[in-house]
C-alpha cells in the first residue's frame, strides 16, 4: 500500500525529497500517515480535495484487492493534521 501512495505522491509533489510515508498495519487495518513540505499541501488536496479524494479512491481500490481497510492522514510537518480520509472495505 505505501508503495503505490509513495508512487502517486513522488509524482504530484514539486519536493519528492520531503515526502514521509509511515505505515503501521494491524488486524486487518493499514494506517497510512503522509507527511509533505508545506508549499506542496495544496496540490496534494486539490481544488474542493478532488485530487485527495482522487489518491483515496485508488488506496481504496487496493485495500479491496487485499482484503483490508486503509486509513490516509495527511499531515503539516509541523505536526498539524490538515486532513484526514478514511475508506471503507
Not at 503505490?4 to 514539486?14: A, K, R
Not at 490516509?72 to 510537518?77: F, G, I, K, T
Request: charged share 25%.
Amino acid at each position: 500500500m505505501k508503495d503505490l501512495l509513495e508512487f502517486i505522491i513522488t509524482n504530484l509533489v514539486s519536493k519528492p525529497d520531503a515526502i514521509s510515508i509511515d505505515e503501521k498495519s494491524e488486524d486487518g487495518n493499514v494506517d497510512l500517515i503522509l507527511t509533505v513540505d508545506p508549499t506542496d499541501m495544496g496540490l496534494i488536496i486539490g481544488k474542493n480535495g478532488q485530487t485527495i479524494r482522487a489518491i483515496r479512491k485508488l488506496l481504496t481500490v487496493r485495500a479491496i484487492a487485499e482484503n483490508v481497510r486503509v486509513n490516509l492522514q495527511l499531515v503539516e510537518p509541523a505536526g498539524v493534521t490538515s486532513t484526514e480520509v478514511t475508506s471503507d472495505k
